[in-house]
Structure formats: C-alpha cells, structure tokens
C-alpha cells in the first residue's frame, strides 16, 4: 500500500491567506471570547483582499482596518518575506484592500452565540498510535518533516519561505519504506542546482535522522538519492505571492488527517471557536482520540453534525476501524451524552477561545 500525504509551507500564498485571518480573528477574541468572525483572504503579486464581518466589543469595536492591516504585514514578515531576506513582496509593498463589516457584537446575538449559526457535519478521526500523534503515519510524517525543514532552510538567505512536501511511503505489514520524497523549494536565481540540492538533501537527512532514529518509524530516518525528487519542474525563482496567487480555506486535507481521511465541514481558520466548523471539528477529533485510548481499538472515526439554531450536535456516530478496513458502529452505550457537544461546553472545555488549540494536530 502506497501512503501519500503533504506539507506546504507558511510562506505558501494559500498558507499565507490562512495565517492572515487566524491572527485577525486570534487578536479579536482575545478581547471578546464571544466575538463573532467570519473571514476569507486572497492575494496575489502585492495585493491583498480580505472580506467579511467582525461582530466583537461591548461599549466600541476592539480591532479596526489599521490594526488588520498591521496584522497582515506581520504574517508576511513571520513568513519570511522582507528586505533582510530579499525575498518579495516586502510587507511594505502591500496594498491590503478591505470588505470587512467591523461593529460591535449586540447583546441580542451574543445571546444566541451558544446555538449554531449554520449546518454542518463534521469528521474526526484517531490512530491508535501515540508514536504518531494518533495521526495518519504519512500525515504525521509530512508534518513533522516540513515543520522542522522549515526551520533548517530558514537560516539560508538564497532559499526563500515557499516550499512543498510530498511523502510516498510504502507501507508493508507494518514496515514503511520510502518510496518517493518530492520537494519543492523556492531559490534565489544565483543558486545553481547542484548546490541546491546538497543543502536540501542534506537538510532532510539531518532532519529525518532527528525525527525517526529510534522510533517506529526508524526505517523513515534516511532516504537514498534515488528516492529523493527536488524541484521536478526546473528552477523555482517566482515563489509566494510574485509566483501564484492564494486563497484562504483551501488545504482542508492538510488542516485535518490527510487525503486518505474523509474530511467534512469547513475551514477552520477565519472563523471563530463558537463556530461549529471549529468547535465542532476539534470535539469530532476528541471522542475519537479518547475511544481509541480507552476501548484499544485499531482507528475511529467518528460524525458529528448540527442543524442551523442547536446548542448540541444532532448527529452523533462513531466507527471502530480494524487493520484490515473493517468499519463497525461504535455501541452509543459508550458515547458521552449530548451535552458534551454543546458549542459552549465544547469552547470551555478545550480552551478554544483561548487558543491553545489551533490545528487538529494540537489534540493528542
């Protein structure tokens, strides 16, 4: 069986647009945990949009345009876009173009915050494997890697902030071998290929040596020239923004469990934790996590879904997953009651308003 999965990198025009409204909406609630966001994002060359509607604040709004836009200039510098780096767009060559409705939150619909505002049915799904994460393995290993390559190739000044992972891993009777490892890096013109591929190469066996060596995934921890596929479409000079244009809400299966999952819902950045495409898809994640932790089971995955004006989800389902794809329905005798699927028990409980919890990844 051939396990595939990816990474993109925060310097990634789509990963860009995701980062720009999750600190919007970040900064937003950490004034008003009841504030209502609904936000998308797109860019392209030094243009950046953002559209929808910020409901937060009692007595005055507690973010305005001049605050959004600082935000954005920020996410592009964290990203690796800037003077020092030369890699552009500069955060002072933007032009942000803004829609975004901004009041203050009524106390009328801050009543109704606790009842879903919308439909939606959400997935969530658990390993039984700690070593993992309780992730996919392919998914945890594009993670991991990109997560730490990210930090390895950021300290070289002629490889820039957009780059892509893809792992194919062969999976044999619980032994993973590699099968392809694909990357895409963005350079600065003056780097030739070869020296290119040394620091990369080099890189990524630093990497997964770190990552792998003395786990179960200890097979993983060095890959040989032939399997290991840069830059297949030739030079990659116009990354980012310059390179491609981006969108927020699109890498759902990077934000969830990989392509093998099915995935439900919605984006989870732009949007606020009382949402159900947020609460929601982190509560799906947690009863799946704690059926596998306490019922041993192999893999669960498990449904959960709400109807416009519910305070708790309608629809409450879970599958055990054998090893083999067997799919059988969880007895509802081992389920929590409904009340723990309320969007209000939901936010108290994991701290989302807090934002301790970011990804579905955060929740082990």
Known sequence: MILVAEYVSPGHPDRLCDAIVDQIVDYVVYYDQDALCGLECAIHTNKVFIDGRIAAGK??????????????????LEAGYGSTLDFHPYPEELEIYLD????????????????????????????????????????????????????????????????????????????????RLTISVQHKRARSFESLFELVKKSVDDCLDDLFSGTILQSLA?????????????????????????????????????????????????KDPHKIDVCGA??????????????????VFTTLAWSPGEEAA??????????????????????PPRDFFTIEGINED???????????????
């Open 350 to 364: 994991l701290d989302l308003c807090d934002r301790e919890i970011t990804s579905i990844s955060d929740i082990k």
């Open 59 to 76: 007595d005055k709004e507690v973010i305005d345009e001049e605050k959004i836009k600082d935000i954005v200039k920020i996410v592009y």
């Open 100 to 179: 975004v409705c901004i009041e203050k939150l009524s106390d009328d619909e801050r009543e109704i915050r606790k009842y879903s505002d919308d439909q939606n049915v959400v997935h969530g799904y658990a390993l039984n494997s700690p070593e993992t994460d309780y992730l996919p393995i392919e998914h945890f290993v594009a993670l991991k890697l990109g997560e730490k390559l990210k930090i390895k190739l950021s300290g070289w000044l002629t490889v820039g902030p957009d780059f892509k992972i893809l792992t194919q891993i062969n999976s044999n009777n619980g032994i993973y071998q590699w099968q």
């Open 314 to 335: 309608s629809i409450i389902e879970a599958f055990a997953i054998d090893e083999f794809g067997t799919r059988l329905s969880v007895d509802n005798a081992l389920l």
């Open 282 to 299: 982190f509560r799906a994640r947690e009863l799946a996590l704690q059926l596998v932790k306490e019922q041993g089971y192999h893999s």
């Open 222 to 270: 060095t890959i040989d020239n032939e399997y290991f596929y840069l830059n297949g479409a030739g030079d990659f000079i116009q990354g980012g923004p310059i390179g491609d244009n981006g969108l927020s809400g699109k890498k759902l299966c990077l934000d969830f469990y990989g392509p093998a999952i099915p995935i439900g819902g919605g984006a989870i950045y732009g």
